[in-house]
């Protein structure tokens, strides 16, 4: 099975821009979430969806958003990018449904804000 | 919500040691922790996990603890390796809340060879 794939890989922007990230999860995978992670704060969560619908939502701003597709794929956006959204941008697709099964990550996209 | 803590941030130990990492939670409801290990320029990978009706879980030189009552957890590695060498998370999850995983902010372990 190829494994989660995440484009693009390294991007950099310019304060106030918006940026999209796409994530393809494993095969059959439907539930699809989002981390951010900064040295220091480990994985923070960004949100999760299932079967197209978000199910959770970590404590972001509003200018983080994401959806999912029928395909299973995933984007999410930031928009007005600030300094502090430089990051690792993780994504992890999971065949569980209840919270309790393995994460299978992405290699991430990295976000540098100028 | 749920809040894990993880100590030490950093942690060097002589090739063969035993390494201890350890996690607090804060949620009692939290029912399902597993542990990631990110090598250097790598992806966070599951290595070992364990859910609340059990106390110890082993896998070869690892194996993770949990004290229920004191919303304690901790990973142990036995005969340290330098491929042992990455970032470990320890993680927390509630039960029926999807796949809403709450981290820790990591140990740096370091196997010095």
């Known amino acids: 099975k190829a494994g989660v794939t995440q484009t693009p890989r390294y991007l950099i922007k310019t304060r106030g821009q918006q940026v999209t990230l796409s994530c393809s999860p494993i095969?059959?995978?439907?539930?699809v979430s989002w981390y951010q992670q900064t040295p220091g704060q480990g994985l923070q969560f960004l949100f999760e969806y299932f079967s197209e619908t978000q199910r959770n939502k970590g404590n972001f701003p509003g200018r983080f958003s994401g959806r999912q597709f029928s395909n299973s794929r995933s984007e999410m956006n930031v928009s007005t990018l600030e300094l502090g959204d430089s990051a690792l941008y993780l994504c992890?697709?999971?065949?569980?449904?209840?919270?309790?099964?393995?994460?299978?990550f992405g290699e991430g996209s990295r976000l540098t804000v100028l | 919500g749920e809040n894990v803590e993880q100590h030490p941030s950093t942690l060097s130990v002589q090739e063969g040691d035993s390494a201890v990492i350890k996690c607090t939670y804060s949620?009692?409801?939290?029912?399902?922790f597993p542990w990631y290990k990110q090598e250097l320029g790598k992806r966070p990978q599951l290595i070992i996990d364990?859910?609340?009706?059990?106390g110890e879980k082993k896998d070869q030189r690892i194996a993770v603890t949990l004290n229920k009552t004191a919303k304690h957890f901790s990973l142990h590695i036995t005969e340290t390796q330098p491929e042992d060498s990455a970032v470990y998370f320890c993680?927390?999850?509630?039960?029926?809340?999807?796949?809403?995983?709450?981290f820790g902010t990591g140990t740096s372990l370091t196997v010095i060879p």
């Open positions: 949620d009692s409801a939290s029912n399902y």
């Open positions: 992890a697709s999971s065949s569980g449904h209840l919270g309790t099964g393995e994460l299978f």
């Open positions: 364990i859910r609340s009706n059990v």
């Open positions: 993680a927390a999850t509630e039960p029926n809340t999807g796949n809403q995983f709450y």
């Open positions: 095969s059959g995978h439907r539930s």
